[in-house]
């Protein structure tokens, strides 16, 4: 892959103690992260290859997950750790138990944490209070653990990020047009987001980014203009219209994101060989149409594979 370090230096780990948003790591800390997953991806299913024997994953899910679950436990299973299922039902936290008092208790348990949560600061909170690693699988703010996924697979398939283009369409105020805006001003990826009116990045995101693609000598623009978006773009990127805990509105941002749709009109105006993206689960229909998901173009589930192997990337990083 050639991310410029080494996997050996990769290796050790980065220096922090949590991963919590993909905006907190540095340029390096993200290479040597994607680095680190292409020599896992290489090794393949080499159950020789123990760096967390004996040691347990706690993950905490307040929300139903798929890839995140299953990749995360795979990950721990075959590294030669544990990964502990804990629902919010499970633990004392759906009785009132503080979330100070659960990071102490579990920081006695485990080696590390993953939750998948409703509320970043809930989780910026369990961080403060645990003495393990913590990881977040998924907030209303950031999905870091995607966000460096898809970095990885880009790289993967196109070999470089300067110089190319990421068109997201869609909710461009959500947790995953967030981390893709962070993630590609770390790495010198141009970023176009297509969003309604009332649905794109705050500037709180922008301004933050900002600084960091001026640095990397990348783009961030945002439009409403769906065919500015994908014109030329060398990477199309779609999530659901209504994530999960906004399905009151469902049927108003079906309307409203209704010109939003990736589709082979949209693939059209971008790059012959547009990789197409989308974190899961899709909406088939709604904001990607079978023919764009299943489609040549279309690098999903190999994404969604990737999750497993820069999730034990992560898990490495911090826990080994």
């Not at 103690?17 to 907190?24: M, N, V």
């Not at 994101?257 to 899961?280: E, P, T, W």
């Not at 990607?288 to 192997?309: C, K, M």
Request: aromatic share 6%; charged share 30%.
């Amino acid at each position: 892959m050639g991310i410029n370090i080494c996997v050996e230096e990769a290796m050790p780990g980065i220096k922090r103690k949590d991963l919590l948003e993909i905006g907190e790591l540095s340029k390096r800390e993200i290479l040597k992260i994607l680095s680190l997953s292409e020599s896992i991806k290489k090794r393949g299913r080499d159950l020789s290859y123990q760096p967390l024997k004996g040691k347990t994953l706690g993950m905490i899910f307040e929300k139903n997950s798929t890839r995140t679950r299953v990749s995360f436990e795979v990950a721990m299973w075959q590294l030669g750790g544990y990964g502990l299922y804990l629902n919010k039902s499970d633990l004392q936290l759906g009785r009132g138990e503080t979330i100070e008092d659960t990071a102490r208790v579990l920081s006695r348990y485990v080696d590390g944490i993953m939750i998948r949560a409703y509320h970043h600061e809930d989780v910026k909170k369990l961080a403060s209070f645990a003495s393990v690693p913590v990881i977040n699988g998924l907030t209303d703010y950031e999905h870091p653990c995607q966000a460096l996924t898809d970095l990885f697979t880009i790289y993967e398939k196109k070999k470089k990020f300067s110089g190319l283009k990421l068109a997201f369409i869609g909710d461009g105020d959500n947790n995953m047009a967030t981390s893709l805006i962070f993630g590609c001003a770390k790495v010198g990826l141009d970023i176009t987001v297509a969003s309604p009116k009332g649905y794109q990045p705050g500037k709180d995101v922008l301004n933050k980014a900002e600084k960091d693609s001026m640095m990397n000598n990348s783009k961030i623009v945002v439009t409403e203009d769906v065919m500015e978006a994908a014109e030329n773009a060398d990477v199309i990127y779609t999530d659901v219209w209504t994530s999960m805990g906004q399905e009151r509105e469902a049927e108003e941002r079906k309307k409203v994101f209704s010109g939003y749709q990736v589709n082979g009109k949209i693939l059209k105006k971008a790059k012959k060989d547009v990789m197409v993206m989308h974190c899961l689960p899709a909406h088939r229909g709604e904001e990607i149409t079978d023919e764009v998901l299943d489609g040549p173009n279309s690098v999903v589930f190999d994404q969604a594979e990737n999750r497993l192997h820069v999730q034990k990337a992560i898990l490495i990083s911090l826990m080994a």
